[in-house]
């Protein structure tokens, strides 16, 4: 019943910017208790937490390697959660995986139990 999709991958050079989309669909955005995340796995990683949301929106988290760069929003009207990600570099580059969970206790991919399928991002140099 819970499911999410993420869209909005693709290439770009150095520099640019792309925006991500998380639409969710069985569970309600602005439960809060609620929270989203953005997760990333490139070749030969594991997959770590790029940046989460609580449902409410007034609760966020970004790894250290983002910060500055990337923004994670909500629009409950639409259950959707966006990554907009600006001053990308080539080692933002992996599969980008959006998931939620009812109560995630850390931006972590243990604590989410509901996974998108991913999309794929790749930077060039």
């Known amino acids: 019943e819970v499911q999410v999709v993420e869209s909005g991958g693709g290439l770009v050079q150095a520099g640019g910017s792309l925006r991500l989309s998380c639409v969710g669909s069985?569970?309600?955005?602005?439960?809060?208790?609620?929270?989203v995340g953005w997760f990333r796995q490139a070749p030969g990683k594991e997959r770590e937490g790029v940046s989460c949301i609580s449902g409410s929106g007034t609760v966020t988290y970004y790894a250290d390697s983002v910060k500055g760069r990337f923004t994670i929003s909500s629009d409950n009207a639409k259950n959707t959660v966006y990554l907009q990600m600006d001053s990308l570099r080539p080692e933002d580059t992996a599969v980008y995986y959006c998931?939620?969970?009812?109560?995630?206790?850390?931006?972590?991919?243990?604590?989410?139990?509901?996974w998108g399928q991913g999309t794929q991002v790749t930077v060039s140099s």
């Open positions: 069985g569970f309600t955005l602005d439960d809060y208790d609620y929270g």
């Open positions: 998931a939620v969970d009812s109560a995630p206790l850390a931006c972590s991919r243990n604590e989410y139990a509901y």
